[in-house]
């Protein structure tokens, strides 16, 4: 096997398990949501859902502490903040459809476009 070769086998393994994950994810989402609709069905109240730094600070708690504080990072402030306020399935709906459009992109085997300087030699 050549070089070239491993290296299309490494990038299609990579795009099979980032579709991999988005499939996960998102199915974890709508039987989330789905699991969700039965109990209002059954109770005939709408539960709300914890939102994402509710399972992350249960899974590891001081991960994103670093992020509250005041002097952190900008962009990691405001994604905690969105994390906060974010239902869990709408965060892995979100996750899920992210991982796929990653997934395409790293699969993409399009040949690159032609330079234009060398698309005007070749026309005179």
Request: hydrophobic share 50%; aromatic share 10%.
């Amino acid at each position: 096997m050549t070089f070239k070769r491993l290296d299309e086998l490494a990038w299609e393994g990579l795009s099979f398990l980032l579709w991999l994950a988005a499939v996960m994810l998102n199915m974890a989402s709508v039987i989330w949501v789905g699991f969700q609709g039965l109990q209002w069905l059954h109770d005939g109240h709408w539960t709300n859902q914890p939102p994402v730094m509710t399972w992350m600070h249960g899974v590891c708690p001081g991960a994103c502490d670093f992020m509250n504080n005041p002097h952190s990072w900008y962009g990691a402030a405001k994604l905690v903040r969105f994390l906060s306020e974010v239902p869990s399935g709408l965060a892995l709906a979100l996750i899920g459809v992210m991982l796929g459009v990653l997934s395409v992109s790293v699969s993409d085997h399009r040949p690159l476009a032609p330079s234009v300087i060398r698309a005007r030699l070749s026309a005179r």
